[in-house]
């Protein structure tokens, strides 16, 4: 039961602790006051670098690294379990990806904060890399499951889900693209895109907690 639920907590814990870590920063800290999603007055890596909201941002964000290892792992497991067949490459490709998102995300706590250029690059390297790596890895997963959904109709529904919650995040970076051109101010609607964005991405562990739901999907340890 707590195997399958590690992708729930990758999933609804991380966007608690920013949504909590903002609000402290807003109340007693420098951040500004609003709706983020929609005003987008702060980036999350503000939150993140703002004490004293900040504490609890990276209190979350580095144990949260290790967590989604895990997810990673397991994710192959169940896979390889709706679908024999699933090629040993494509396997690796998940958890290669999974595993440079998570440590990528190791980088950019780690780095968070700092002033210095060479750091500010390695804050920089992190966040684009744990957004790459882990978006990479969420569609790889997406696609098999949906494959399996072929011979598995009670996935169907949320494997369908999960894909569009996948391929969100792409199409919200060509807007921002997009907007950059258009707008006399795009930092607003950026930062708004950004937290729309990780938001969509967290999703994503909620809708794979409820495909291993749907699968019963347990881990056994066994000893010959």
Known sequence: MLIRSLPLIAGVVPVI????AYWIGATWGPLPTCITYIDGCTSISATGRNPPGSFLFKAVEMPLSVLLVLVWYYAVAWLRQLRPALADRRALWIL???IVGATALIVYVTFLGTKEPVYEFMRRVGIYFYFLGTA???IFVSLQAR???ATRPDIERVTAVMLWLCLAPFVLGILNLVLKQ???DPDPMENSIEWVAASLMQAWFVAL????KKT???AVVRVN
Do not use: K
């Not at 602790?17 to 909590?20: D, E, F, K, R, T």
């Not at 907690?209 to 291993?212: D, E, I, Q, S, T």
């Open 17 to 20: 602790a920013i949504n909590v």
């Open 182 to 184: 258009i707008l006399a």
């Open 216 to 218: 019963s999907f347990v």
């Open 147 to 149: 494959r399996a959904a």
């Open 209 to 212: 907690y409820l495909a291993w």
């Open 136 to 138: 990479v890895a969420q």
């Open 96 to 98: 290669g990806w999974g």
